[in-house]
């Protein structure tokens, strides 16, 4: 079984401040960790993946994420928000024994501040 | 390239109604997964196709819900009849065949209103 435990369903941060979406997960097997965004009226994109090469994986826009697997933790962060990043957010899990089973967390909304 | 596609981007209909949600894949993905978003829910998966056949449709929900692919192009969801808790947003995706854990890429999704 995998699982995913978004941790905020919302963040607010002003612009040009840090960001950081936690996110942990459960799986029987190695895991492929994903991150998609979601914005207003628009569909699913894809963020970045860890599909077991490096732990610290760089995405679009800026965005990069950490594989612990010690923590089971999969956090998203990027250093400076921008105003178009204000979007829902969602941590997801896949593995070997379920490959084409996407489990989503709960979703974050991020929210900037100008 | 284009995108996934989905159709109607919004729909709402009366209860005990029928509807049809459609998706266009991107061209040669072979594989094809509906997903759903009820209000305030995680996105749950709801069944997946590889080419013209379904692969895994245990995230069905009842038997209200037939999903068809043909010719392992285009694909509809119908729902019939519609019951309110039925109303959500529905999400298309489709990825390549053969790599596990490929890139899924979504449609904007339909969101289905059932009053």
């Known amino acids: 079984a995998q699982s995913v435990t978004q941790l905020d369903s919302h963040v607010s941060v002003s612009e040009g401040t840090p960001v950081l979406l936690r996110c942990n997960y459960s799986?029987?097997?190695?895991?492929?960790l994903f991150w998609y965004v979601q914005h207003p009226n628009k569909g699913l994109q894809l963020l970045l993946k860890?599909?077991?090469?490096?732990?610290l994986v760089k995405g679009i826009n800026g965005f990069e994420a950490e594989f612990k697997k010690s923590e089971t933790s999969f956090h998203l962060t990027k250093p400076s928000a921008h105003m178009s990043d204000a979007a829902e957010y969602f941590c997801v899990v896949s593995t070997s024994s379920n490959d084409y089973k996407l489990s989503f967390g709960a979703g974050t909304t991020v929210t900037v501040r100008a | 390239e284009a995108g996934v596609t989905q159709f109607p981007s919004h729909s709402v209909i009366e209860k005990g109604q029928t509807v049809t949600l459609r998706c266009d894949p991107i061209s040669g993905h072979d594989n094809l997964y509906w997903y759903r978003r009820v209000m305030g829910k995680e996105i749950k998966f709801l069944l997946h196709f590889v080419k013209e056949s379904k692969q895994d449709e245990s995230g069905m929900p009842n038997n209200r819900f037939l999903a068809e692919r043909t010719g392992g192009t285009y694909s509809t969801l119908k729902v019939q009849p519609a019951e309110l808790e039925d109303s959500g947003v529905y999400f298309c995706?489709?990825?390549?065949?053969?790599?596990?854990?490929?890139?899924?890429?979504f449609g904007q999704g339909t969101r289905l209103t059932v009053v």
């Open positions: 995706a489709s990825s390549r065949q053969g790599e596990w854990n490929t890139e899924a890429f």
């Open positions: 860890y599909t077991s090469a490096a732990t």
């Open positions: 799986s029987s097997y190695s895991p492929s």
